[in-house]
């Protein structure tokens, strides 16, 4: 069974920083792009950051540029994303998400559609 589940969520105050977990299991890892999601209240579930484990190339949406960054751990099946200097509007569920890729497509994209899979998703509070 393909299985993603989330952790390292919680209360941070503004300027603060997190450091969520993605650990997948049931599939080939390799095969796969990686990706972060978050959703805020009465907001759509928006694309933060992907990995592509076939060739680490990633993504990141404009908000976050520059404060989070991605990484992967194929020998613990495991998906990283840091986050710094997070600001109110970072707050939301975060999901990590499984997209099957081949060596031929290897590059992550941040839509919704494109990914197959989904944990549970980890709250990210930050206050100001």
């Known amino acids: 069974e393909v299985q993603l589940v989330e952790s390292g969520g919680g209360f941070v105050q503004a300027g603060g920083s997190l450091r969520l977990s993605c650990a997948a299991s049931?599939?080939?890892?390799?095969?796969?792009?990686i990706g972060w999601f978050r959703q805020a209240p009465g907001k759509e579930r928006e694309g933060v950051s992907c990995?592509?484990?076939?060739?680490?190339?990633?993504n990141h949406a404009d908000s976050v540029k520059g404060r989070f960054t991605i990484s992967s751990d194929s020998a613990k099946n495991t998906v990283y994303v840091q986050m710094n200097s997070l600001k109110p509007e970072d707050t939301a569920v975060y999901f990590c998400?499984?997209?099957?890729?081949?060596?031929?497509?290897?590059?992550?994209?941040?839509?919704?559609?494109?990914?197959?899979?989904w944990g549970q998703g980890t709250q990210v509070t930050v206050s100001s």
């Open positions: 998400a499984a997209a099957y890729k081949s060596i031929g497509l290897p590059d992550c994209g941040l839509q919704v559609y494109e990914y197959d899979f």
């Open positions: 049931g599939f080939s890892f390799d095969e796969y792009a």
């Open positions: 990995i592509s484990s076939v060739d680490d190339s990633t």
